[in-house]
């Protein structure tokens, strides 16, 4: 079993820039993928990015050259920099992590607002 807590939303101005963290927890796994999720009002849940393995990522291809995946494994931490910001980044932003044999887990989320 494995726990996710994400922090790290909020309001920001467009242009302007937050980071994400998420925190997994639990005993007895061993994750090989952590990834960002976004779900905006409205429109079915997308991925924004994601690392396996601790090095080989994927982007969205809205938030290419913005956004940054990185894994802290000895910490089991995942973090999301996002700059650059657009209002239409505004979305509750899930993190996920994937263990062999189960269904992907999910962190409860954090809303990221783009607006002036």
């Known amino acids: 079993q494995v726990q996710l807590v994400e922090s790290g939303g909020g309001l920001v101005q467009p242009g302007g820039s937050l980071r994400l963290s998420c925190a997994a927890s639990?005993?007895?796994?061993?994750?090989?993928?952590m990834g960002w999720y976004r779900q905006a009002p409205g429109k079915q849940r997308e991925l924004v990015a994601q690392?396996?393995?601790?090095?080989?990522?994927n982007y969205a291809s809205s938030v290419k050259g913005r956004f940054t995946i990185s894994r802290d494994s000895a910490k089991n931490m995942v973090y999301l920099q996002m700059n650059s910001l657009k209002p239409e980044d505004t979305a509750v932003y899930y993190c996920?992590?994937?263990?062999?044999?189960?269904?992907?887990?999910w962190g409860q989320g954090t809303q990221v607002t783009v607006s002036s």
């Open positions: 996920s992590a994937r263990t062999v044999g189960y269904p992907p887990y």
């Open positions: 690392i396996v393995s601790g090095a080989a990522t």
């Open positions: 639990g005993s007895g796994f061993s994750i090989y993928a």
